[in-house]
């Protein structure tokens, strides 16, 4: 069984291609659903059951990337400088259900804007397995869902970020670097990307050499921040300015 799982999970007859037929069908549909599922919920179900598919949502976020490690676990292949909640879309996984489950508005102000950022990993994801294998899937719940469940909170929940809460954010971003950093020394790992780019084509290309591209990274997610801020300001707004009116 081992065998057979581990040839599974490291099975790269189907590769992933940016862009592919695949890849562009997900984000289609990761666009619809972002639309969709939030306007649904908030329209046609009670409080209670837009807490059901918020806590949802949530543990799918988290069971995405816990799935993983189990997984690798039972095949005998976990690897400690491979499979730990290191990188920020991972941590963000699992800080998810504190958002969606409990309602944690300190959580949402962190983890809004870093699953935000994580847009680019849409486009140019660090997977190379494609359709149908489990990492495709596994790779589009982790990073668009979780997108859809940030906007969910956002627009189910009501909950809205404040210019505060970028600096929060970012602080927490910065706090989770600082603590990455002794992990990939002790265990000889490269989580956060801290030590070098990703192994497949990724935004961080264009950022520079390294140690560079981690201050270009900085800037950049600071900015889209900010920018991600001001884009759900307005938009919230315009729709409680709706509302109102109603």
Not at 5 to 30: C, E, K, R
Not at 51 to 71: C, E, K, N, R
Not at 82 to 95: E, G, I, Q, S
Not at 177 to 195: R, S
């Amino acid at each position: 069984m081992k065998e057979s799982l581990t040839t599974y999970l490291y099975d790269n007859s189907i590769p992933f291609i940016t862009l592919g037929t695949a890849h562009s069908i997900s984000i289609i549909f990761f666009l619809f659903l972002a639309i969709w599922v939030p306007w649904i919920t908030k329209k046609y179900l009670s409080e209670k059951q837009q807490h059901i598919l918020g806590s949802f949502l949530g543990f799918a976020v988290a069971l995405s990337y816990l799935s993983w490690p189990i997984l690798e676990l039972l095949a005998g292949t976990f690897e400690t400088k491979l499979h730990l909640p290191f990188h920020m879309c991972r941590a963000a996984n699992l800080m998810i259900p504190l958002a969606l489950v409990l309602r944690s508005y300190l959580t949402y102000e962190i983890v809004f804007f870093w699953g935000l950022t994580i847009i680019h990993a849409v486009i140019t994801p660090d997977i190379t397995q494609g359709f149908p294998h489990y990492h495709f899937f596994r790779y589009w719940l982790s990073h668009q869902l979780m997108i859809i469940a940030l906007i969910y909170a956002t627009m189910v929940y009501d909950f809205r970020p404040r210019m505060k809460s970028v600096w929060i954010s970012f602080g927490a971003l910065t706090m989770f670097f600082l603590i990455t950093i002794p992990v990939n020394i002790f265990l000889d790992a490269n989580y956060f990307w801290i030590c070098g780019k990703p192994p497949v084509h990724s935004i961080l290309d264009y950022f520079g050499p390294w140690p560079w591209y981690i201050l270009t990274t900085a800037l950049v997610a600071l900015a889209h921040f900010f920018l991600f801020y001001f884009i759900t300001i307005f938009w919230t707004r315009k729709l409680d300015i709706s509302k109102a009116k109603q």
